[in-house]
C-alpha cells in the first residue's frame, strides 16, 4: 500500500458520506485544520487519524491510498429539480456516480460489454429525437420490453442511486465516451422506465453543445421519454379519442407506463380536451393513481449486472473479492447494485480466481 494518502479519495469518501469537512473533523476526532491538510495534500495522517477517518467514512483504509480519482464535474451531470437538491445531496449523488464508475471499470476489464450506440441529436425536436433512436434500434412502434435491458444493450451503463440520494431522482452523464445512468431503484416499476427514458432524453438531447440542467431541458427529456415510450403514430392508431378511465388504464398497461403520464400523453397529442384530461387526472388521483401505481409493473432489474455477478461467482470470484479490488466494503457494492439484481450480493472469504470468462450482453427487448 502506498505510503501517501490520496486526497481526492478522501474529499470523495467524504462527500459521498454527506459530510461537510467540518462535521467529518468532529465526527473523526480531528481538528478542521489538518483535514484541510490532509484534503488539500499540505499533511500527513498519522495511521490512527486514517482509521479514525476510515471508521467514521465506512471506507477500508486501503481506499485512501489507492490511485488518484479525477472528479465528475456538477455541469456534466444532468440533475432533475436542480434547485430543490442541496449542494450537499449533488455532492453525495455525484460521489456514488464516481464510485459506481470504479463497479464499471472492474467490469469493463474483465467483460466484453457493448460498445456505446447511443446517438446524439442535439438539434432535433425531441419528439424527432425519440423517433430517430427507435428507427437506429430497430424497435419499430410497439411497447419497449424491458428499458434497463434496451440501454445496456446499447451500451449504457446502469446503476443505483444509493439510498443516502433519495431526494435525486436519477442522473446521467458521458464518462470517456461512456454513457452512465444511475437510477433511483425505490420508485415503482412504471417511474423506473420513465426515469431510464428520460435519462436516455438528456444523453441524446444534451451534449456539450446543450445544457443537461434547467428547467427547459428536463421538459425536453421529459417529452423525449413519452415519445420515446408512446410513439405518436402508434398510440394515435388505437382510437383513444376522448378515452374514458377504463381505456386509459387499459391502453397504460399496454405501454408499461404511468396512468398520469398515459393521461398526459393523450392530452399532448390533442385525443383529450383540457376538461377531458382534468376530470381524468381527478379520478385517477381518487384512485390512488397520482402517488402510485395500483397492481402496477415489477420493477426492471439489470440483465448486464446480473449476468455478471454469476459469471464471476462461476469461476469464484466471491463478492468480498469484488469488493477488495475496489477498496470498498460489500455492503458499499451492494448500494451501486441494489435493486437491479435479484438479490443483494452476500460477502464471502476473498480467495484467488482463475479470470472470469468474457461476456457478452445478448440484444435488449
Not at 201 to 218: A, C, K, M, N, Y
Not at 321 to 328: M, P, R, T, V, Y
Request: charged share 20%; aromatic share 6%.
Amino acid at each position: 500500500m502506498p505510503v501517501t494518502l490520496t486526497p481526492s479519495r478522501l474529499v470523495l469518501a467524504r462527500q459521498r458520506r454527506g459530510f461537510s469537512r467540518v462535521a467529518l473533523a468532529r465526527a473523526a476526532g480531528v481538528s478542521d485544520k489538518s483535514l484541510q491538510g490532509y484534503e488539500n495534500g499540505t499533511q500527513q495522517p498519522l495511521p490512527e487519524t486514517v482509521q479514525a477517518l476510515a471508521d467514521t467514512l465506512g471506507f477500508p483504509p486501503a481506499f485512501f491510498f489507492s490511485s488518484d480519482v479525477e472528479d465528475i464535474p456538477t455541469e456534466a451531470i444532468s440533475f432533475r429539480a436542480l434547485s430543490k437538491v442541496t449542494a450537499s445531496q449533488r455532492n453525495a449523488a455525484r460521489s456514488a456516480g464516481r464510485i459506481a464508475l470504479m463497479l464499471s471499470d472492474w467490469i469493463n476489464d474483465r467483460f466484453s460489454l457493448p460498445t456505446a450506440d447511443v446517438p446524439h441529436l442535439p438539434t432535433l425536436a425531441p419528439e424527432a429525437a425519440a423517433e430517430v433512436v427507435r428507427a437506429r434500434w430497430g424497435l419499430g412502434q410497439g411497447p419497449i420490453g424491458n428499458m434497463i435491458h434496451l440501454l445496456e444493450s446499447h451500451g449504457v451503463r446502469v446503476f443505483s442511486l444509493v439510498g443516502e440520494c433519495e431526494a435525486v431522482d436519477a442522473f446521467s452523464f458521458a464518462w470517456n465516451k461512456t454513457p452512465v445512468v444511475v437510477l433511483n431503484t425505490g420508485k415503482n416499476g412504471e417511474r423506473g422506465r420513465f426515469d431510464a427514458a428520460h435519462e436516455l432524453g438528456h444523453l441524446v438531447l444534451h451534449t456539450e453543445h446543450r445544457t443537461s440542467q434547467g428547467p427547459d431541458s428536463e421538459q425536453e427529456a421529459n417529452s423525449f421519454a413519452a415519445s420515446f415510450l408512446m410513439p405518436r403514430s402508434a398510440v394515435l392508431s388505437q382510437s383513444l379519442y376522448n378515452a374514458t378511465l377504463d381505456r386509459v388504464l387499459a391502453a397504460k398497461k399496454y405501454w408499461r407506463v404511468a396512468a398520469m403520464a398515459m393521461t398526459h400523453r393523450l392530452r399532448e397529442l390533442d385525443l383529450l380536451t383540457e376538461w377531458g384530461s382534468r376530470t381524468l387526472y381527478v379520478n385517477l388521483s381518487r384512485m390512488g393513481y397520482r402517488s402510485m401505481e395500483p397492481k402496477g409493473i415489477p420493477r426492471e432489474i439489470s440483465q448486464l449486472l446480473a449476468k455478471v455477478v454469476r459469471a464471476a461467482r462461476s469461476e469464484g470470484t466471491t463478492p468480498a473479492h469484488i469488493a477488495s479490488d475496489l477498496h470498498i466494503t460489500v455492503h458499499e457494492l451492494n448500494t451501486h447494485i441494489f435493486g437491479l439484481v435479484p438479490i443483494a450480493l452476500e460477502g464471502g472469504a476473498v480467495t484467488s480466481a482463475a479470470p472470469p470468462p468474457r461476456l457478452r450482453l445478448v440484444g435488449g427487448d
